[in-house]
């Protein structure tokens, strides 16, 4: 999760599409808007449910015109072949 989310902070999107499970990654992302600044990361728990599948959830702030924003969300992730890849998540968290 930290190095996603730190791929999101230096904007780098084909690491975010590489470690994105292809069952529901999408095609490309998009910049985030000028002036929108990553604030922080907060890993709030994680739990792995078996070998393969696991989930974390955090809460990362922004900043955007002057306005502050919150993301809170429990990610699903999925192991294969050894590496582990973000499936989807529930941001209703």
Do not use: C
Not at 22 to 29: A, I, M, V
Not at 42 to 53: K, M, N, S, W, Y
Not at 55 to 81: D, M, N, P, T, Y
């Amino acid at each position: 999760m930290r190095s996603r989310y730190s791929a999101f902070v230096l904007g780098l999107h084909d690491y975010l599409l590489q470690t994105w499970h292809p069952s529901t990654r999408p095609t490309s992302l998009a910049p985030d808007p000028p002036g929108h600044r990553w604030l922080g990361l907060q890993v709030r728990g994680h739990r792995q449910l078996d070998a393969e599948h696991a989930i974390v959830e955090f809460v990362a702030r922004s900043k955007l015109g002057g306005r502050a924003h919150r993301l809170h969300e429990r990610s699903r992730f999925v192991r294969e072949q050894d590496r582990w890849f973000y499936l989807d998540a529930d941001l209703n968290a």
